[in-house]
């Protein structure tokens, strides 16, 4: 294990249950009787929460640092939310996978590898959620830097089922705009939000000039409000793909900088249906 590698010097302490074994073999309580071993890891890194420990099998989650052979610390929780990895048993079946509810009030299990299509969850379907991933153990990689983006791809290309149908209206635009508003300090960071209309439809794609009028009759007294020619400069490398698609280091800017244009296109996004 590399947890010191990940979080610095550590004693560890605690002793978690270890499955040694792949992840679609299932766990002992849910499909069979093979007993845990123990690994000792560190209790800040526990935070007092039951879990276990397990290896990670195939190549499904690569898109959200999670590789064959990692060694994932499951949290576990009768709570799920969007965006969490959750380990879960359908029809028998282990599975890692994204956990996501579209607008519809429909329930998805989404990889994070273009290979594999996402698992529309039914009432004809057994389904088992025996955690989430709280971190990986094997690699200092951020499992959930992420997810977000890799769950996005799915929802704007690989699977139209998934796609959020409605189109905002322009009352929860405004409403949106008003709430990024406070939170740009120089008119390119507007880039974001902009995209973010772009990919919800309700801006057309390249009318930049149609955002900047917008965004001026929603907040006209905003003192960096965008300008058609500056945004249209920003539009290279990922900032010319949807946002969920946007990463820093295939950005034209990086660091403190990129995560400007990101935070507002996040903001954005936190006020959209």
């Not at 379907?125 to 890799?150: A, E």
Request: glycine content about 8%; proline content about 8%; aromatic content about 8%.
């Amino acid at each position: 294990m590399y947890v010191q590698q990940m979080m610095g010097p550590m004693v560890c302490d605690t002793p978690v249950p270890y499955y040694a074994m792949p992840v679609s073999c299932g766990l002992p309580n849910e499909l069979g009787d093979v007993p845990a071993e123990e690994i000792m890891l560190p209790s800040m890194l526990i935070g007092g929460l039951k879990v276990f420990a397990i290896d990670a099998s195939g190549d499904s989650m690569e898109g959200v640092g999670i590789c064959d052979g990692d060694v994932l610390l499951i949290e576990k929780t009768r709570h799920y939310n969007n965006y969490d990895i959750v380990l879960a048993i359908v029809d028998g079946e282990q599975l890692l996978k994204t956990y996501y509810v579209d607008d519809a009030g429909r329930h998805w299990l989404v990889p994070a590898n273009k290979k594999y299509e996402p698992m529309l969850l039914t009432e004809s379907m057994t389904v088992n959620f025996l955690g989430r991933v709280k971190c990986n153990l094997r690699t200092p990689r951020d499992t959930r830097s992420n997810v977000r983006n890799s769950i996005m791809e799915y929802l704007q290309e690989k699977s139209p089922a998934v796609k959020p149908r409605r189109v905002p209206t322009r009352e929860e635009v405004e409403a949106a705009l008003r709430h990024v508003g406070p939170q740009i300090r120089a008119a390119r960071h507007w880039l974001g939000p902009c995209r973010v209309l772009m990919d919800a439809g309700f801006v057309p794609a390249g009318r930049f000039d149609l955002f900047c009028e917008l965004t001026g009759s929603v907040l006209p007294e905003h003192k960096h409000l965008p300008q058609e020619a500056e945004l249209r400069r920003m539009v290279v490398e990922c900032f010319s793909k949807p946002f969920g698609k946007w990463t820093d280091e295939k950005a034209p800017v990086h660091g403190t900088h990129y995560q400007k244009y990101h935070d507002a296109g996040e903001r954005m996004l936190e006020k959209l249906p």
